[in-house]
């Protein structure tokens, strides 16, 4: 079967090598068939701690950069805030409100929601059916996300059968962590030596950076980043670049 994946990273910052990880799987699944990178770019909260959408935009470019730097070529490019008006337009429409009714408070428009920080459950859950609705306006079959997003695969699921969607088949798998079992988040922000736009400064080639991927990441380097192909704990060396 010819599957169609999606990589979908916040544009709030540079891609780290682990970002790098997660696009190349989700490339390899979709060999033959399509390969789509969606950019998370309409959240309210990072449009006001980064100061507007110009930089939120900006970060969304540079991780396109950042992909091809590594010969990581989408089929297809979407931006979410491209899709809001459509996807709230379908919610709408949709039985969407039996979700929200379960809240003491009505509205459900991302805007309000992002500001009634009382209601957490509420906008997980309107984040969460935001990638319902465009996995399946997109036609997404299969995508490989990782561990610690499957505290929200019942909810995903929950969302598929009110809409009467299909549901994807999601893969979860351990996140490419340090040497020291640290999450290469929070280091790319305090080391700043994992991102793939510091790398690229430093005049680092991109199969360098690829080598070092295939070493931590695949049970065997010489083959591609396939699911059988995984290492069950992916973690860098201790010292990589």
């Known amino acids: 079967m010819k599957e169609t994946t999606r990589f979908n990273p916040t544009a ?5 090598i682990g970002h790098a990880y997660s696009a190349l799987v989700n490339e390899a699944l979709a060999t033959g068939g399509k390969f789509i990178v969606r950019f998370d770019d309409n959240c309210r909260y990072w449009r006001r701690k980064l100061g507007g959408f110009r930089p939120v935009s900006k970060f ?5 950069d950042d992909l091809a730097w590594l010969r990581v070529f989408p089929d297809q490019v979407v931006y ?3 899709e809001e008006s459509r996807v709230l337009a379908f919610l709408a429409a949709s039985r969407w409100q039996h979700v929200i009714d379960h809240f003491p408070n009505p509205y459900w428009d991302p ?11 509420a906008l997980a859950s309107y984040i969460v059916a935001e990638k319902v609705v ?19 695969h019942q909810l995903y699921l929950y969302l598929c059968a009110l809409f009467g969607f299909a549901p994807p088949r999601c893969i979860y798998a351990t996140r ?17 030596n994992l991102k793939i736009k ?8 991109s199969r360098v950076v690829l080598e070092v991927l295939r070493e931590a990441c695949l049970v065997d380097p010489t083959e591609g980043f396939t699911l059988d192909n995984l290492k069950a704990q992916p973690r860098l060396p201790e010292k990589c670049f």
């Open 176 to 192: 490419l962590m340090t040497w020291d079992g640290e999450e290469l988040g929070e280091v790319s922000k305090t080391k700043g």
């Open 111 to 121: 805007e309000i929601l992002s500001v009634q920080v009382i209601q957490p459950m």
């Open 134 to 152: 465009l996995d399946h306006f997109e036609g997404v079959t299969a995508m490989v996300r990782g561990l610690e997003l499957l505290s929200e």
């Open 80 to 82: 979410q805030s491209a």
């Open 198 to 205: 510091d790398l690229r400064d430093r005049k680092i080639p």
């Open 60 to 64: 969304a470019r540079g991780q396109l």
């Open 12 to 16: 709030n910052g540079p891609l780290h």
